[in-house]
């Protein structure tokens, strides 16, 4: 059974970085393309950020274009999200997802991990 459990979540200053870690299981991860969406309080979930099997190419929502950077290690089967000068609008619930069924900065994926809170604030 594929899990996806992310971590590194937390509070932090506006201008601050947090790193976000996706760890899956089974052999999902080295075949998959895998993304970040995030969720906000009475929003819907919008994707974030993208990255085919390869690593290369990578795609990136507008609103964090320069600032957030997506990668991944097959061999530790974990993705990684690295956000940089952090907005408070950028408060949301951040998940982790595997497997795209359509097109890949949509949220339809096959599994999808439990989320992790990240708060800008002063």
């Known amino acids: 059974q594929v899990q996806l459990v992310e971590s590194g979540g937390g509070m932090v200053q506006p201008g601050g970085s947090l790193r976000l870690s996706c760890a899956a299981s089974g052999r999902i991860l080295s075949s998959s393309a895998m993304g970040w969406f995030r969720q906000a309080p009475g929003k819907e979930r919008e994707f974030v950020a993208a990255i085919v099997w390869r690593g290369y190419p990578t795609y990136y929502a507008d609103f964090v274009k320069g600032r957030f950077t997506i990668s991944r290690d097959n061999y530790k089967n974990t993705v990684y999200l690295q956000m940089n000068s952090l907005k408070p609008e950028d408060t949301a619930v951040y998940f982790c997802?595997?497997?795209?069924?359509?097109?890949?900065?949509?949220?339809?994926?096959?599994?999808w991990g439990q989320g992790t809170q990240v708060t800008v604030s002063s």
């Open positions: 997802a595997a497997d795209p069924t359509s097109v890949i900065t949509t949220p339809e994926y096959r599994y």
